[in-house]
């Protein structure tokens, strides 16, 4: 069976840059493709354990770079591995602090994986090498009420216009 990065790497190429983070028996890696090295507009960050634990890898898509988001990246992967319950398409991460530098986004919100945002990425491919591939798309603190009050499907609808979730430098819904 292949690594989460081997198979990232099958999919995407070599990533452009990559980041671990951790200590002792803990590993996460951060692996970013540039916009169009995959045949896309948007820069691609993907996470996972490193010591190959887990097999459930979150990603990021977004119309531009936003580097400093690799540290939150891999502590949302941290707080699902410890997490009890683990994930689920639905759920919301709130990381407390921003996802990046100058943004004021600091919730993700767990979503199963777009089949036209990830096209560059057999999702299908990777489940069947025992990898659950998640999407991630940077929330708001205020967005994520609304989010609770319109209801996950109609809150997602919002965000689809304009594809405002691929944009980092956007304001918030309301």
Not at 64 to 69: E, H, L, M
Not at 139 to 145: K, M, V
Request: hydrophobic share 45%.
């Amino acid at each position: 069976m292949m690594s989460i990065a081997d198979l990232y790497v099958k999919e995407l190429g070599h990533p452009c840059r990559q980041a671990s983070f951790g200590r002792g028996d803990e590993s996460f890696r951060v692996l970013k493709w540039d916009a169009f090295a995959h045949q896309t507009a948007i820069v691609i960050y993907a996470a996972f354990n490193g010591m190959g634990v887990s097999k459930v890898s979150l990603v990021l898509a977004v119309t531009r770079a936003v580097d400093s988001v690799a540290s939150e990246l891999a502590w949302a992967q941290r707080s699902i591995e410890a997490s009890d319950n683990g994930i689920r398409v639905g759920d919301t991460l709130d990381l407390k602090k921003p996802l990046w530098d100058g943004s004021n986004m600091n919730v993700f919100d767990i979503r199963a994986p777009s089949p036209v945002v990830l096209k560059c990425i057999n999702v299908e491919a990777m489940h069947n090498e025992g990898v659950h591939v998640l999407q991630v798309v940077p929330l708001f603190n205020s967005e994520t009420a609304l989010r609770n009050s319109l209801g996950v499907e109609q809150f997602q609808q919002r965000l689809a216009v304009n594809d405002l979730y691929l944009d980092p430098d956007r304001s918030p819904v309301s």
